[in-house]
C-alpha cells in the first residue's frame, strides 16, 4: 500500500530509513528488459531485492508476471498481490511442502528447486499424495558456487526420470554466482556465455534420455548485463539491478549514478583526535555486508553523499556497529564540517542485505529540482509499504 506525505521532505522523518530513487528504479528496470527483449528471452526479476509489491509494479507497469522469490514467505505474500508465476529459487526440503502445495492449490504456479534424487523422491511422493503435480526444476552448477549438478553429473537423468514419472519435471535452471567476482567485461561475457551453456547441455542431456525440458532458466545481475546470445535459454533471472549498489558499480555492471537506495543517517557526534564523523546509522541500517572489500576500491560500509544525492568528495563509511556508523575521508581529502543533526544518506555495497534491514521505503525523484537553491532536502513522495511476513 501507498501513502502520500506531499509536505515531507528527506529532513523530517526519524533517521536512519531507507530512500529509493524512483527515477533510477524505473531506469534501471527498463534497461534490463530492453535487454532481454533483445535477446528473445522471458524475463523473471527476483524480488528479493526489494521485497516490495509496489516496486515489482514498476517491473510490468502494474502487470503481475513472472518472478523469482528467496523464501516461501515472499512467495506467499506476492501470491496475496496477484502474482501467479512464481519460482522459488533455494532448494527445497519436506517441511516446506506442505505450504508449497498450499499455494499450487490456490492456482499459483509455483517452482520449486532441487539437486538430489532424495529430494526429487520425496516431492514425487507429495504430488502423488496430493493429487497435483509440483513443478521443480534441477539446479545446475556452472561455476561450483553453492549447489546444483554439473550437467554431466550421472545423477541427472535419475533425477528428471524420478520427477517426469510424478508429473513434476519442469526444467533445470543455473546461477552464475561466480560472475560477482567478473572483474572486467570479457570476464563477465564469459561467464555469461558458461552460465548458458552448462544450462542447455543439461537441458540436452535429459532431452538425450527422453525427458521433456520446459524451462531453461539462467541469471545473475552481472551474466544478464553482459550476455550476448542466449540461444536454448528461455527465461532470463536477476534482482539486484532494480537497485543496484556498490559492488555492482566496482565491477562496472552500473554507475554510481545508477544507485537508486540509499540510508538516510544523522550526524550525532565527532571525534576529531581520530578524523572521525560518528552518524546514528550503524550495520543495522546498513547491513554488515563488506562486498567491496575484495574489489579494487573498497568502499567499506558505503560512500556519503548530502541529501540532494552529491557525493561527499572522500567520505566514507568506515566502521559500523550495531546502531553507530563511522565516517572518514580518503584519497587526502578534507574532513568536511558536518555540524551535530547534518543528514547524509549512504550508498550501500549491498542492496539486497540494506534493504532488508528496513521495513519500507521513503520515494524521491532525482528527475524533480529542489523549490529553492536553500531546498537541498529532496521532497519524499510517497511511502512504499514492503511485503510483509518473512
Known sequence: MSTSHPALTLADPDTPFA???????????????????????????????????DVAALLRHGTPGPITVSTL?????????????????????????????ALLRRGV???????????????????????LPVPTQIEIDCDGHRGGLRPDAPALPEIGRILHEAGCLDGVLTHAGESYFAYTAEERRLAARNERDTAVAAAERLRAAGLPVATVSVGS????????????????????????????????????????????????????????????????????????SGQ???????????????????????AASQEHGTLNVRDGARLPDLPVGTRLRILPNHACATAAQHHGYHVVDSTRTAESAADTAPRIQEFWKRVTGW
Open 19 to 53: 530512500v529509493v530513487d524512483v527515477h533510477r528504479t524505473r531506469r534501471n528496470i527498463e534497461r534490463l528488459a530492453e535487454r532481454a527483449d533483445r535477446l528473445a528471452v522471458a524475463l523473471r526479476p527476483h524480488v528479493k531485492t526489494a521485497k516490495s509489491l
Open 221 to 292: 545481475t552481472p551474466t544478464a548485463h553482459a550476455a550476448e546470445d542466449l540461444t536454448g535459454v528461455t527465461e532470463l533471472r536477476a534482482g539486484n539491478y532494480v537497485f543496484f549498489d556498490l559492488v555492482m558499480a566496482g565491477l562496472g555492471v552500473c554507475r554510481i549514478e545508477d544507485l537508486a537506495l540509499s540510508v538516510v543517517v544523522t550526524v550525532i557526534g565527532h571525534r576529531p583526535e581520530y578524523g572521525w564523523i560518528v552518524t546514528d546509522g550503524g550495520w543495522m541500517a546498513m547491513s554488515r555486508d563488506r562486498g567491496t
Open 109 to 131: 504456479t509455483l517452482r520449486i528447486l532441487l539437486d538430489s534424487t532424495e529430494q526429487a523422491t520425496f516431492v514425487a511422493d507429495a504430488a502423488r499424495r496430493a493429487g
Open 73 to 101: 514467505a515472499e512467495a506467499e505474500a506476492f501470491a496475496d498481490g496477484g502474482y501467479r508465476d512464481i519460482t522459488y529459487a533455494v532448494g527445497i526440503d519436506p517441511h516446506k511442502l506442505p505450504r508449497v502445495i
Open 296 to 318: 579494487a576500491q573498497d568502499q567499506g560500509y558505503g560512500l556519503v553523499t548530502t541529501l540532494d544525492g552529491t557525493l561527499v568528495p572522500g567520505l566514507v563509511m568506515t
